[in-house]
């Protein structure tokens, strides 16, 4: 008969469950418990304090998402245990206390089965302590092995995501906000949905707020970072997006005078008794940080997109040494920000005396440098609609001399900003436009590419994320010809709003 012990089946039992770690104090009856984990493979740290211990095994469970055990002698271990456990619930951390306890008299309840249960609970829903108490006979009784039955692995906690009508509310609340700002909390770096979150932030430029333990989701030094200005930040904010903070004393709970008492918050935990805790969300998603984002950023896709969207994707894609040449209004402030330079003399914009229609100019000089000097550097040149437009016929010119240089026309409908085709078609029914048409706007959807390959470039009309990195990236690979983009974003898209004046007066 293969004889196990029931240290040995803990041991084991914890190992299949992917446990690595154990801290503890050992003590009868627990001291075989520590030594059969060694045997296992788990690595075990012993400490001073069972509080130090359970300190040590929640963190292991934050930054890995799999429990660790504190292993604990009844009574007095437990108790200075319960300093860690009370910690990782509050702080939503998953962690196994193991307490050995005296020896069974009648109530044993065959605790080995609840191995996988205790992994579980530990890790599902919202993360947390959970605790085993082991009979101290147990610990050295002995059993055959061939009677013993492990439970499989508990896999990863299930991820859900959010109502569908919730997300497209909160995106008109976000795509509504005048002053909109993002809170990373320390559930956003459990969840390790740092890609999604820092998609969100560049697709938006939203600007963002760490929380304590939600630093580093995103660095401390990018540029939408507004850690420097938190409390502007927060009373300023119309629009809140919290990704898995809690509206606590840590963020003064929600309140007045540090938050607006007009904000909107639209919260995303996975925990449905936190939504709105504190403050009312106007928009409440049930689910897990990475998927909600998902969800949010798929629908934003669907939609036109803005001046960030638009250069997010172009930054991607831009070789860092290329020139950049850019000019317009919120196209070259947008694009300071967002489009960065590596070298010197690589950027050429409006200038001192800020002059629109330069940019054709200044690429047509910097591509002649580059053919002279046989350099493989390529110049792209950022233009608004509206810049684009003093200087526009000089595309003949690049492509008389077969210069490479990439137009991308950032198309908003205007100067600063714009109306849609159906807005436009409106006014022309109400009479006169010479008294109607707002002086910022241009003809909507004007096809600036067919000016690029009516002289034999390479011309794109783009609506669409997709649309704007495959023409991108084709602009990219041919060396041989210039090419135009034109991007049609969304006309409304105007961070600074200079245009609500003429906008309300028509509305109204
Ligand atoms: P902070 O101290 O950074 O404000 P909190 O501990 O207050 O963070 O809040 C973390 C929140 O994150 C908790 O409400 C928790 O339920 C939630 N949370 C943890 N993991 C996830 C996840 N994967 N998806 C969504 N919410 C999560
Ligand atoms: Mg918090």
């Known amino acids: 008969m293969d004889e196990v012990t029931g240290a040995q089946l803990i041991a084991e039992a914890l190992k299949s469950q992917n446990v690595e770690y154990m801290f503890g104090i050992v003590g009868v009856p627990i001291i075989e418990v520590a030594m059969a984990a060694q045997a296992a493979g788990i690595k075990y740290v012993g400490m001073r304090n069972e509080q130090a211990a359970c300190y040590a095994a929640s963190a292991i469970g934050y930054l890995t998402g799999r429990p660790a055990v504190c292993l604990v002698v009844s009574g007095p271990g437990l108790i200075h245990a319960l300093g860690g456990m009370a910690n990782a619930n509050m702080n939503c951390w998953p962690v196994i206390v193991i307490g050995g306890s005296s020896d069974r008299n009648q109530e044993t309840t065959g605790a080995f089965q609840e191995f996988p249960q205790a992994v579980r609970s530990s890790i599902y829903g919202r993360p947390g302590a959970t605790y085993i108490d082991i009979a101290g006979d147990m610990v050295n009784a002995k059993i055959d092995r061939a009677s013993v039955r492990f439970v499989s692995c508990c896999p990863a906690p299930p991820v859900s995501q959010a109502d569908s009508r919730e997300i497209t509310q909160a995106v008109r609340l976000l795509r509504a906000a005048q002053r909109p700002l993002i809170i990373i909390g320390k559930g956003a770096a459990y969840a390790r949905a740092e890609k999604e979150v820092r998609e969100l932030v560049e697709v938006t430029g939203i600007p963002f707020l760490p929380t304590p333990m939600g630093k580093g989701v995103l660095s401390d030094d990018h540029p939408n970072c507004v850690a420097a200005a938190r409390s502007r930040a927060l009373l300023q904010a119309d629009v809140i997006v919290l990704l898995g903070a809690r509206l606590n004393w840590i963020l003064h709970f929600g309140f007045p005078p540090r938050f607006s008492p007009h904000v909107k918050i639209i919260q995303v935990d996975l925990c449905a008794e936190e939504l709105s805790n504190n403050v009312r969300a106007a928009s409440a998603l049930l689910g897990d940080i990475g998927a909600v984002v998902r969800q949010s950023l798929a629908l934003q896709s669907t939609l036109p997109m803005n001046y960030y969207t638009a250069f997010h994707h172009i930054s991607e894609l831009l070789p860092k040494d290329c020139i950049i040449v850019s000019e317009g209004a919120n196209t070259m402030d947008i ?105 910022v706007t241009l003809l909507p959807e004007a096809q600036y590419e067919q000016v690029m390959s009516a002289f034999g470039g390479r011309g794109y009309l783009v609506r669409t994320v997709e649309e704007l990195r495959s023409a991108l990236q084709e602009s990219l690979d041919n060396t041989q010809m210039p090419s135009l983009l034109n991007v049609l974003i969304d006309p409304a898209s105007d961070p600074f709003k200079y245009h609500l004046a003429t906008k309300n007066n028509w509305e109204n």
């Open 335 to 439: 694009g300071r920000t967002m489009l960065l330079n590596y070298l010197p003399r690589h950027r050429l914009d409006a200038g001192t005396f800020g002059t629109m229609g330069v940019g054709p100019g200044f690429a047509i000089a910097a591509a002649v440098l580059e053919q002279t000097q046989k350099s493989a550097q390529r110049v792209v040149c950022i233009e608004g609609d509206s810049a684009f437009g003093f200087s526009g016929m000089e595309v003949e010119t690049m492509c008389r001399y077969k210069l490479p240089i990439i137009i991308i026309v950032i198309n908003n409908n205007g100067i600063y900003s714009g109306v849609d085709p159906k807005t436009w078609k409106e006014m022309e029914k109400m009479g006169d436009m010479t008294t109607i048409a707002p002086p």
